[in-house]
């Protein structure tokens, strides 16, 4: 019979912190991860364009959680438990060296996810953490004291269970019929589809620092803006689709956003130009690039205010300063809809909150079930806070299982 203490479902990040730290506490523990397909870590592998963004260099919980919109106020006690800076030693502690980039991500110092996959597989053998693959999960019932697990490979036993599966449909059918309430999952990380003359022919540009709102919402972003083959994407717009997954989605991914690419006001834009069509009157308004701007986008807002490129700062008229003047300070872009941000798919939904004890990770509805990652209803924006939120979760709900 497969019987085991501790039984992960889902060799994923969170399944195997948990598995490892569950064996590490406990060495008298049988630990098994049961992951359905043929090989586990499959996310970890292409996350962070496959360099694998361990964490991020935020140090503060009451600040870190902000980056989370939804998980952030159940977050906060599980932070103090095990944050940042536990993530970094814990990996540190096993040879993993990392590096803190400019934008405050963690990486390996390799800059290869392979690093990370390597330390999981190398402390699951150390500590004897039995790994079925091609073990997907078709039923969980409670036998007796144990938990009954039926796979696609058998049907598995164990005290204390733990579901790390991610956004798993399936998994979540499981779990409503042994009484969870399961939110509805939509997109959370996405970029924008744009089809608009201001930004085509120029994928790759970047406006580094921009504010972007959704037109008729509270939903309002800030901070780098990438230019792509589709539409937008990069920070400003990924905190927007994670802040507005379910709204965006009950708009059917089609709306408005108004950007305002130099971060001033309207009136204040309208003064500058005006002393500038004074500075700079002899030259042509799209060879004096203001503003920090790309060269080659203040050049498409500048033809998209309908000045041509032989105009000189001294023939603009009131008209074509107002239309600059809007163009650079509140332009409105047409969404079409989304496209995947590269190979990660973060989702909103999952597990509700209220049905779990935060303090271990546990279901309140049954004793020694625990949950951790993204099958809960947690997710965040991208620079590492989703892979945060899976170690503290698995962290802590390893240390109540190992105890149980």
């Known amino acids: 019979m497969n019987t085991y203490d501790i039984i992960i479902v889902g060799g ?6 948990a598995a490892i ?4 506490q406990n060495s008298k523990l049988k630990v098994a991860i049961l992951e359905r397909g043929k090989q586990g870590l499959q996310k970890v592998k292409v996350s962070g364009g496959g360099r694998c963004n361990v964490t991020h260099a935020e140090f503060v919980p009451s600040e870190l959680i902000r ?17 940042t800076g536990d993530t970094i030693a814990w990996f540190e502690e096993r040879g993993v060296t990392l590096k803190i980039e400019d934008d405050g991500r963690i990486f390996p110092i390799t800059d290869s996810s392979q690093t990370i996959i390597d330390c999981f597989l190398k402390e699951a053998r150390t500590y004897n953490v ?11 019932s409670k036998s007796n004291e144990h938990w009954k697990l039926e796979t696609t490979q058998g049907d598995f036993f164990a005290k204390s269970v733990m579901i790390s599966t991610g956004s798993n449909p399936k998994v979540w059918k499981l779990l409503e019929q042994l009484g969870h309430t399961i939110s ?12 608009d003359e201001r930004i085509a022919g120029i994928p790759g540009v970047v406006a580094s620092n921009v504010e972007v709102k959704v037109v008729n919402s509270n939903l309002y972003s800030e901070g780098p803006l990438l230019i792509t083959h589709v ?7 990924l905190k ?7 709204e965006l989605a009950q708009r059917n991914y089609k709306f408005q956003i108004e950007i305002n690419f130099i971060k001033q006001s309207y009136n204040d834009c309208m003064n500058q130009l005006k002393d500038l069509k004074q500075n700079f009157a002899k030259k042509t308004v799209v060879k004096v690039t203001l503003y920090e701007l790309p060269k080659r986008l203040w050049q498409k807002l500048v033809l998209a205010s309908n000045i041509t490129t032989e105009t000189r700062w001294a023939d603009l008229n009131k008209m074509q300063i107002e239309r600059l003047a809007s163009q650079l300070t509140k332009a409105i872009f047409d969404v079409k809809g989304k496209s995947t941000f590269k190979e ?6 999952g597990i509700s909150l209220k049905e779990v004890n935060f303090k271990a990770f546990e279901s309140k509805l049954h004793k020694n079930m625990y949950f951790a990652g993204e099958v809960l209803n947690i997710d965040a924006v991208t620079g590492g806070f989703n892979f945060q939120n899976a170690w503290s979760g698995a962290y802590i709900a390893a240390k109540a299982m190992s105890r149980s």
């Not at 980056?67 to 944050?83: A, D, T, V």
């Open 231 to 237: 539409g937008m994407s990069a920070p400003a717009i």
């Open 184 to 195: 509805k999952p939509v997109p959370s990380l996405f970029t924008f589809d744009i089809d």
């Open 21 to 24: 730290n569950c064996a590490q």
């Open 12 to 17: 994923g990040a969170a399944g195997f912190f």
């Open 130 to 140: 039995n790994i079925h693959y091609n073990h997907a999960l078709k039923g969980i």
């Open 67 to 83: 980056n989370y919109p939804r998980g952030e106020k159940e977050l906060l006690g599980p932070f103090h438990q095990f944050m």
């Open 344 to 349: 990660e798919f973060v989702t909103a939904g």
């Open 240 to 246: 927007l689709s994670a802040f507005g997954a379910i």
